[in-house]
């Protein structure tokens, strides 16, 4: 079809590291063990009887650094260097992300490939985020969380989060394995966190979604999301001068934030969309399931006609051989859409077939999913034990 697409890269650091660096650093884990896992630990971590790793939702490197006035502590370079960040992976989308984190692996081997992902079995597109309760059938989840892993080295896994996700099927599932903490405010998770670590040795996930929450509907450059991040910036550093001289922080993100402006918000034409019987994804990261019969390699052609120097457009095997999804096992590989697009710069792709005439379309301001460095690149602070 005579257009490239973009290679990810397969060496850099990224959030299924961070897990297992932690279980290397805290003794729990050694090179035997990753390599009879197939697992990467390349973040290097000082040893540490405990380590709690934020997670902050919807946090990039760029948006932080664009707003450092006003998260001194999160922002801060370390006296050895520059201020380091890790790759997120791709789709930048949150229930692919966490799971990477959780796991270890690519969505292209643990088989959360996206916002919403079809379903080959049932011939429909399911929302991997909030779908888990009575969409996503059992055993989609492919191999075990690294909390399960932990608890069988022997480390204490536990998950502190919001009241409201304890008993969701995502919680069962992605977090599955680890002893759920529940702790509404950011100032109240810190609290949790201090406490979970003051004796033992454990593995604490401390999940912050305020900031991806605030973004989406008002933008990260809103003073509200500045606001909220302030409010982190000093959270973080009172756990840092709280805690335990012997345990280790991570502060990482899922993915980065780039706010959409309204005239790029773009309504897929539906000419384009008639073979297509699934649309799964974020509207900057789509991915269509077609009729059976449907000539792919024609309608990627047509797709790159209309918007290609506005998205990247890619066949399923284009994707998989550009190695956007990590490694793929052969059970995701029908998970992916047939037709991949994803957006450059600020666009993104929206299907309004369904709105009525006259119908005002709900559009999100901050989005993510796509491979731009504002979404891929994310913060990685390290503290505590960890600490430079």
């Known amino acids: 079809m005579g257009t490239s697409v973009p290679t990810a890269p397969d060496a850099a650091a990224n959030l299924a590291d961070v897990f297992p660096s932690c279980l290397v650093a805290l003794g729990a884990a050694d090179d035997a063990w990753l390599r009879a896992h197939g697992l990467e630990a390349r973040i290097t971590l000082r040893p540490a009887r405990s380590a709690v790793v934020v997670l902050v939702d919807g946090l990039g490197s760029a948006a932080l650094g664009a707003r450092a006035g006003h998260a001194r502590w999160l922002a801060a370079v370390p006296a050895n260097g520059a201020a380091k960040k890790l790759r997120s992976g791709f789709p930048t989308t949150t229930a692919a992300a966490l799971t990477t984190l959780t796991t270890g692996r690519p969505p292209g081997s643990h088989g959360v490939v996206g916002y919403s992902g079809w379903n080959p079995d049932t011939e429909r597109v399911m929302n991997l985020l909030s779908g888990w309760d009575d969409e996503v059938p059992a055993g989609w989840l492919l191999g075990p969380t690294l909390f399960t892993e932990a608890v069988a080295l022997g480390v204490d896994a536990v998950v502190v989060g919001p009241g409201r996700y304890r008993s969701s099927g995502m919680t069962a599932n992605v977090l599955g394995g680890a002893r759920y903490v529940a702790a509404d405010t950011i100032p109240q998770r810190v609290d949790a966190a201090l406490a979970e670590t003051a004796t033992g040795r454990s593995l604490v996930y401390l999940y912050v979604p305020e ?167 994310v913060p990685l602070r390290l503290a505590g034990a960890f600490g430079a």
């Open 211 to 377: 900031l991806d929450s605030i973004g989406h509907k008002h933008g990260w450059q809103s003073d509200r999301w500045t606001a909220a991040l302030e409010l982190l910036d000093g959270e973080l550093a009172r756990l840092d001068r709280a805690l335990r001289a012997d345990v280790g922080v991570v502060v990482t993100a899922d993915h980065g934030v780039l706010d959409v402006p309204e005239h790029a918000n773009l309504p897929m034409a539906p000419e384009l969309l008639t073979d297509v019987v699934g649309v799964a994804g974020d509207p900057r990261c789509r991915q269509l399931a077609v009729a059976p019969g449907t000539d792919v390699r024609d309608l990627v052609g047509r797709f790159r006609a209309r918007y290609g120097k506005k998205a990247y457009v890619a066949t399923r095997d284009e994707a998989v051989e550009a190695g956007w999804f990590g490694a793929v096992v052969p059970e995701v590989l029908d998970r992916i859409g047939d037709v991949v697009l994803v957006a450059r710069g600020s666009w993104a792709f929206n299907d309004d077939r369904t709105l009525q005439p006259g119908e005002v379309p709900k559009r999100m301001v901050g989005q993510h999913g796509a491979m731009t460095d504002e979404e891929t690149f």
